[in-house]
């Protein structure tokens, strides 16, 4: 027999039951399909994720306050929530930290903000002159803050364009020189920030920036910062950075253990770094669910097939019968009844054992 009439009478044998098969086909489809889909969001939430670390700013370093590590039973604050880096530390890395192209102290907290008939609860931050080039923030329409609204405490705000849309309506229209009110105090708008699209680590687009010493007289009460961002010339020189502002924090915060460090300096290819491994793992969280789904939809088709699926007891006797003297019959016979096993795991068994219902002899005529 050819392999041209072996394709032939295979495909007769499944179009002999197109249902079945058609909905066989249709479960290893979709359980293949899982598997890629689940791989395929768990790479793009790891680009997803990187971009947004990205759009933060390009060589970026951060310094946050407290760092978070176990000491015996004691664990320390968390990094964010100490509030152990003041406004003192943020001059002090200005003044001395010359190889940087900028540096930012950031006051943030989120505060309830309204105009006329409208309110909404966001980020405030409070920042310095330099935060638009350390951050990659473009200003849309009117000005930044200036030096002399830091040293004057000025009641300014710049805003971004969701916070806009929700404080004046999406037909607003131009809103420099309107006022609104946070925590009840009245300030000025002077700018609109450029769209940056969301992020996972907060939409500069829902954010209102003010004067950092405004933010810290009227909200705080205090000279402390929550972040200090800090903008290297390069990639090649943000370990070389990354050391120095370590350095210089121990000595003013009278520290000699590297470990005790009531602060934490991390540039952003470690952040990347961080973010990559967790989506990794994500991905192959993902990527073995949908290969039990697979497994498991795969038996569950089987099952379906042996329990519901039944072929003529006659025609494997016949075809096992003419196999005994006729290997064109055998090899035939062997391919039917593989496609038939995959229900019916006797017929593979029949094969092997070369014998038919057990009771056919070779000379013996069938009787119809």
């Given amino acids: ?5 072996i394709l032939e009478e295979t495909y007769i044998a499944l179009s002999a039951n197109k249902i079945r098969s058609g909905l066989t086909v249709l479960g290893i489809v979709i359980g293949i399909s899982s598997v890629i889909a689940m791989v395929s969001i768990g790479q793009g939430a790891q680009g997803s994720i ?3 670390i990205q759009s ?24 964010g929530n100490a509030r152990t880096l003041t406004q003192a530390d943020a001059d002090a890395l200005t003044a001395q930290i010359t190889s940087a192209n900028a540096i930012a102290p950031e006051l943030t907290g989120r505060y309830q903000v309204t105009t006329k008939g409208k309110n909404t609860n966001t980020s405030i931050v409070g920042t310095v002159p330099a935060y638009p080039s350390v951050r990659n923030i473009e200003i849309d329409e009117g000005s930044f803050i200036t030096a002399g609204q830091v040293q004057s405490l000025a009641k300014v705000a710049v805003i971004g364009p969701t916070a806009r849309d ?3 309506g999406l037909d607003a229209g131009s809103v420099v020189g309107q006022t609104m009110r946070i925590k009840g105090m009245e300030f000025r708008i002077i700018g609109v920030t450029k769209s940056k699209g969301g992020s996972g680590f907060g939409s500069q687009d829902d954010m209102i920036f003010i004067p950092i010493s405004s933010a810290q007289k009227f909200f705080a009460g205090d000279d402390y910062v929550t972040t200090i961002s800090i903008q290297a010339p390069s990639p090649d020189t943000m370990t070389t950075i ?10 003013r915060h009278k520290i000699s253990d590297p470990t005790m460090a009531d602060f934490s300096v991390l540039n952003q290819s470690d952040l990347v770094s961080s ?7 994500l991905t192959l969280l993902l990527s073995a669910i949908a290969g039990i789904s697979l497994v498991v939809g795969g038996i569950g088709i089987m099952n379906m097939m042996l329990t519901t699926v039944t072929e003529p007891r006659l025609a494997d006797c016949i075809w096992l019968q ?3 003297h006729h290997s064109n019959f055998y090899f035939n016979g062997l391919r039917t009844f ?4 995959v229900s019916r795991y006797r017929y593979c068994v029949r094969i092997l054992s070369g014998t038919a219902c057990g009771t056919i002899k070779p000379n013996r005529s069938i009787t119809l």
């Fill in 1 to 5: 027999m050819k392999f041209q009439d």
């Fill in 275 to 281: 973010a990559s491994s967790i989506t990794t793992t």
């Fill in 242 to 251: 990354q050391e120095e502002v370590t350095a210089l924090l121990m000595e």
């Fill in 322 to 324: 003419l196999a005994r």
């Fill in 56 to 79: 933060i700013g390009s060589n970026l370093i951060i310094v946050s306050p407290g760092q978070a590590r176990g000491v015996g039973s004691q664990v320390s604050q968390g990094r």
């Fill in 338 to 341: 593989s496609i038939w096993s």
């Fill in 50 to 52: 990187e971009a947004s």
């Fill in 166 to 168: 929700d404080l004046f």
